[in-house]
């Protein structure tokens, strides 16, 4: 019932921008000091560089002319000027999540949804059942498509599902259902069958193909073996598209994100944002990274079309597609069963008497050293920003040598990032300092829970386990961390991320609150944190200079608060809502009408 009150709230949210979005134009006759908007009597926290409050804020065209006293603002109120009292709710700039999947969010939020929900098997299959009654008419030929599976909290724990379970459903068709992390892969035997996936089926470079004592494939599909099933699915029409994109701004607007960047990025998805900023529908800063695989030859031709085509330059008042960003894989991930992500040492094992000693399983590099330098230069040279998925320490260590071989051909300016981070050796985290990289993060990892606690700890062991979500290393050798959602891959609550990353401890009153703080010496302080979501994230997207904080002559993409999240309790951070999202100047979620 949850997930699906979830997505009436999505859908409605996108029936309409408020209405309040168009303000009053100043005409020729006016003040050249009047402002459009000022909003006072707040607490407006700017994050400048001495972290200041103030009480008002000025906008014109979209951009910020006066921070201060409400005195100092009544200056620049005239007669068009919209004038809000904000009562002493908290204003801050808006959030900035520089990694993210926005059309595989806003397609799980209209689909088959699984909502991260922790399943018996039993009560996974109901979901499927329910979802085939609610779409009967799609007998016997369309697809069944599901994401938002947290596998890893499957319960009992250590449960598996196989072909053999999705098969006893009362369905002919064929069923997908992606994990969370989007790096493995249930399906039933028709899919199998469409895909012509058999025993005799090599595992691709990068993938595996699950298989059972007698060499059948079990319906599992690990990382690269996924786009088995991805290349017999029917792909989504461009109308299908659009839907999942105004599906995923509702959602962002209204966790007041007003700055985002999509890292997997096809002409597909640029052709749909492209068009809803034609359309005056884009409510957010849309940044994408189109994907490079090894397998592609010469890419940079692709890239340059793509940022031709679709690029629309300097950031103006109103928000538009940018595409500066390249993204590349270099693992999957850590947690057991799938154990992809590239570790300098080996995964831990059971020796059978209850011992973890060390196995055999490291992962793999998807890149070689070699040619990841050559192309990463190459990019950058081109004026891209790299931004990769690395995982493992391993695959961030050849990340770092890669950033390494960029600065030394000269370039300085290019923002370079490794996303997600998750282990890192201790002589690498002052690399990201030395090197000016980002470490995008997704904070909501940075907690005791079933793809910690369960399927990584055990098998990494307590040394390596301190170095688990290092948010708190990174930042303390001077290095630059941002927010990173990498939702869908978990659910799109950003205050609740904020918290986790804050008190690394499972949410109140859940099965994992008994384990208490995990790794308590990699908490980021509140301050810092949300320096993480909002200057941070504008300067991975080399916006710093235009929004992530409320300074006089940046862009006006403000958000308001319900709560004070610089006074009230950490743990109460995640049950923030946001009242007022700006981006431009103009409300894009909620109205002035909600705080009077």
Do not use: C
């Amino acid at each position: 019932m949850e997930h699906r009150l979830a997505r009436r709230a999505v859908l409605a949210a996108m029936a309409a921008i408020p209405t309040t979005a168009a303000l009053p134009a100043t005409d020729a006759a006016a003040s050249s000091a009047e402002a459009d908007l000022v909003l006072r009597n707040g607490y407006v926290w700017t994050v400048d560089a001495r972290d200041s409050i103030r009480k008002a804020v000025a906008v014109r065209d979209g951009k910020i002319i006066y921070v201060g006293t409400d005195n100092g603002a009544a200056h620049y109120i005239g007669r068009r000027t919209q004038v809000v009292d904000l009562g002493g709710r908290m204003v801050m700039p808006g959030l900035h999540d520089g990694h993210l999947h926005s059309l595989a969010g806003g397609s799980g939020l209209l689909n088959l949804d699984f909502a991260y929900a922790s399943l018996t098997v039993a009560e996974f299959l109901d979901r499927i059942s329910a979802y085939l009654a609610e779409s009967a008419d799609q007998e016997p030929l369309g697809w069944v498509i599901g994401s938002h599976w947290y596998v890893q909290a499957m319960r009992p724990t250590g449960v598996t599902v196989t072909r053999k379970d999705l098969d006893g459903l009362t369905t002919e068709r064929p069923i997908a259902i992606s994990s969370s992390d989007f790096h493995t892969m249930l399906v039933n035997s028709r899919a199998l069958e469409l895909a012509q996936i058999t025993k005799d089926t090599p595992d691709p470079a990068g993938g595996i193909i699950e298989r059972d004592a007698a060499g059948e494939p079990t319906g599992i599909l690990q990382d690269s073996a996924t786009a088995l099933i991805g290349a017999v699915l029917p792909p989504p029409t461009d109308a299908d598209n659009l839907r999942y994109a105004e599906a995923a701004l509702a959602a962002l607007r209204a966790q007041g994100v007003t700055t985002f960047m999509d890292a997997a990025a096809d002409e597909n998805m640029l052709r749909a944002y492209a068009t809803l900023a034609e359309q005056g529908k884009l409510t957010a800063r849309a940044h994408f990274a189109p994907l490079v695989d090894l397998s592609d030859e010469n890419p940079l031709p692709r890239l340059k079309r793509l940022r031709r085509r679709y690029d629309t330059g300097a950031l103006r008042a109103r928000p538009d597609v940018h595409v500066g960003n390249v993204k590349v894989f270099l693992d999957g991930v850590l947690q057991a069963p799938a154990q992809t992500a590239a570790v300098l040492e080996s995964y831990l094992v059971d020796d059978g008497h209850g011992h973890m000693v060390p196995g055999t399983r490291k992962g793999t590099v998807y890149w070689p050293q070699d040619r990841l330098d050559a192309f990463f230069t190459e990019v950058a040279a081109a004026g891209f920003d790299p931004h990769t998925h690395a995982i493992g320490d391993h695959a961030v260590q050849v990340a770092l040598n890669a950033f390494g071989a960029v600065r030394r051909a000269g370039h300085r300016r290019n923002r370079l990032t490794i996303a997600h981070a998750e282990l890192v050796s201790p002589a690498d985290i002052p690399r990201f300092h030395r090197l000016d990289v980002v470490a995008s993060m997704g904070f909501h990892w940075a907690k005791p829970g079933p793809d910690s606690t369960d399927s990584v700890e055990p098998y990494l062991g307590p040394e390596r386990y301190e170095n688990f979500e290092p948010e708190g290393a990174i930042f303390r050798a001077g290095g630059r961390v941002s927010l990173g959602s990498d939702w869908p891959v978990d659910p799109l609550n950003e205050w609740n991320a904020l918290r986790t990353v804050i008190t690394r401890t499972a949410l109140p009153g859940t099965a994992y609150t008994k384990y208490g703080t995990m790794t308590p010496s990699q908490r980021l302080q509140r301050r810092t944190a949300i320096r993480a979501a909002t200057l941070h994230g504008a300067y991975q997207l080399r916006q710093e200079h235009r929004t992530g904080s409320i300074e006089v002559g940046k862009l006006a993409d403000l958000i308001v608060l319900d709560r004070n999240i610089l006074k009230i309790p950490a743990d109460d951070i995640g049950n923030t809502r946001v009242l007022l999202t700006l981006v431009g100047g103009k409300p894009v979620h909620g109205s002035y009408e909600t705080l009077s």
